[in-house]
């Protein structure tokens, strides 16, 4: 058991670029979340796999936001035309089924915007 | 939609002493679960401990146990013998039906020598 591990650790790009950040969960878990997290506050939900399938997402996840996880292994999101607002903690974690199961996450990806 | 609540920023301790964290929660599900998470500075989130709200007793785990009153939607965190490696944020957390999970807005927890 390596853990969740995120890449990169911390991103710095101009406004208006696109970033994609990549998430390995632990290999035998089948659900992989992604949360936003701003300084003071918790973790804001994104969006939810169950294997490769994206049940969920936040109607806080704009359409500049996308996701995906292909074969149900490692997960990538995407931020296109990057704001100023999109500066936080992107953090993702995994679990096993059923959904009560305790969340493991990774260290984040800090963005910033400049 | 499920919030969870932290009224308290911060939080102080003398080290080995007992401290209470609160949290409040409001849901209008019956069957859930309820997390504390610790999150050490620039460091990862970890599982403190889990109570399940169909069980009656509450939950412990070594030096860390919870107060969960399902009634007045209460679920608070005592850490008992305080150590300088507790200082952290700590994060209550829900979980129900849906397969979301609901943090609260962290308390900071400083630990005195």
């Known amino acids: 058991d390596t853990g969740v591990s995120q890449d990169p650790r911390h991103k710095i790009t101009k406004r208006g670029q696109n970033v994609t950040f990549r998430c390995d969960p632990i290999?035998?878990?089948?659900?992989l979340y992604w949360y936003r997290q701003t300084l003071g506050q918790g973790p804001e939900f994104l969006t939810y796999?169950?294997?490769?399938?994206?049940?969920?997402k936040s109607r806080l996840l704009s359409d500049r936001f996308s996701a995906e996880r292909p074969k149900g292994s490692f997960s990538t999101l995407e931020i296109q035309r990057t704001e100023q607002g999109d500066s936080a903690m992107y953090l993702c974690?995994?679990?096993?089924?059923?959904?009560?199961?305790?969340?493991?996450f990774g260290d984040g990806t800090r963005l910033s915007i400049l | 939609a499920q919030t969870v609540t932290q009224s308290q920023p911060e939080m102080s301790v003398q080290e080995a002493e007992t401290v209470t964290l609160s949290c409040t929660y409001d849901?209008?599900?019956?069957?859930?679960?309820l997390f504390w998470y610790k999150q050490p500075p620039s460091r990862q989130m970890i599982l403190v401990i889990r109570?399940?709200?169909?069980?009656?007793q509450n939950a412990t785990e070594n030096r860390f146990s919870v107060n969960f009153q399902k009634a007045a939607k209460s679920f608070s965190l005592k850490i008992s013998d305080s150590q300088l490696g507790d200082a952290a944020m700590y994060f209550c957390?829900?979980?129900?039906?849906?397969?979301?999970?609901?943090f609260g807005t962290g308390t900071s927890l400083t630990v005195i020598p």
């Open positions: 974690a995994s679990s096993s089924t059923p959904s009560y199961q305790p969340q493991h």
């Open positions: 290999s035998e878990h089948n659900r």
């Open positions: 796999f169950q294997n490769e399938a994206q049940l969920e």
């Open positions: 849901t209008s599900e019956s069957d859930y679960y």
């Open positions: 109570q399940e709200a169909y069980k009656q």
């Open positions: 957390a829900y979980s129900g039906t849906g397969n979301q999970f609901y």
